[in-house]
């Protein structure tokens, strides 16, 4: 019993997000009979996967004081590849669903080389590949969309496991568990968070922040490009067009799960949750007819109320810590 309160004081963002999770499902379970059905719940669980994923990578990039806004545009571009591999160029599925990664891998580089060595704010270099790398997927597909009906490629969107759960949801789950346990668990975690919290405090005990940062980076385009590759093998076609908008689902599923802006702080299990969050609040509107106009405006509020809640989060914290200097201080002139 006293593990589990220690868990939750330790994590208490997890376990509040959590609970906007259980409250909401209460909500639409009272006001939908169709809502609560495992079918349902299964079917938002597969729609957040490729997001969730996302939000993983995302993660890492907004813990070490970074942001990536170029998740959508990657999204679209592994999966333009590997349709392309497979249907134009007569690659292999594996072959092209690892050049496609690479892809993602490739332009997370980029982004990282464009923040570490130009001098350039995340913001505007990740912003400036936004527009470059949807482009460019343009370029490759000619617009068109590809279609892909590759048996063994589309199992991984459309396969089911068990005849139960799809395979989306199994990549997203394990992921969230295996970044859980890297970020709490291990060497490179402590040196993640070391490196967002302060930078250069983390370099001065030896750290090596530029390549923590640079990871960070790369990894976040390669779920970019894992999931760009789960919806292009879910609905069977892959289109320069997929995933526009998602960064802005992606950014607010991190917020929501605890990560703070100001790197330093979160996990992956809230980050999950997060996602798993605003599938139900999408879910939800769908199923009670809300019109996709309100639904996309509802959607705003959220952002919006979360980014509030979490510049006021950190507000009251550099409040109380400079309170607690203070004290000290007179304590110590006392």
Do not use: H
Request: proline share 1%; charged share 10%; net charge positive.
């Amino acid at each position: 019993m006293n593990g589990i309160r220690s868990w939750m004081r330790k994590n208490a963002d997890v376990v509040g997000i959590i609970l906007v999770m259980a409250a909401l499902l209460l909500l639409f379970s009272l006001l939908s009979d169709s809502f609560f059905t495992s079918s349902n719940l299964m079917r938002i669980m597969l729609n957040v996967s490729a997001i969730g994923v996302m939000a993983l990578g995302e993660c890492l990039v907004i813990v070490i004081g970074g942001i990536d806004l170029g998740v959508s545009s990657v999204f679209a571009l592994s999966g333009v590849t590997a349709g392309m591999l497979i249907s134009r160029a007569g690659v292999g599925v594996p072959e092209a669903v690892l050049a496609a990664l690479a892809a993602g891998g490739l332009v997370g580089a980029v982004n990282g080389f464009l923040v570490l060595k130009t001098g350039l704010t995340p913001f505007i270099a990740t912003f400036g590949m936004l527009s470059m790398i949807r482009g460019l997927a343009y370029a490759l597909s000619g617009g068109y969309t590809i279609s892909v009906y590759k048996r063994s490629f589309t199992a991984i969107g459309m396969y089911n496991v068990g005849d139960a759960v799809p395979v989306p949801v199994i990549i997203f789950v394990a992921l969230a568990m295996v970044f859980q346990i890297t970020m709490k668990k291990t060497s490179y975690g402590v040196r993640l968070y070391a490196t967002g919290g302060n930078p250069a405090a983390a370099a001065y005990s030896g750290i090596r922040t530029g390549w923590i940062k640079f990871s960070a980076y790369v990894v976040c385009g390669v779920l970019a490009g894992l999931a760009g590759i789960m919806s292009a093998a879910k609905l069977g076609m892959a289109a320069s067009t997929a995933g526009m908008g998602y960064e802005m689902d992606v950014i607010t599923a991190v917020i929501l799960g605890g990560v703070s802006f100001n790197g330093g702080v979160g996990s992956a299990l809230g980050v999950a949750v997060g996602a798993v969050v605003m599938g139900i609040i999408r879910n939800g509107l769908l199923i009670m007819n809300v019109s996709a106009y309100y639904q996309t405006l509802i959607i705003g509020l959220v952002i919006l109320l979360v980014v509030s809640l979490d510049a006021m989060k950190e507000k009251g914290l550099a409040k109380l810590l400079l309170t607690l200097r203070r004290r000290r201080r007179r304590e110590g002139s006392a």
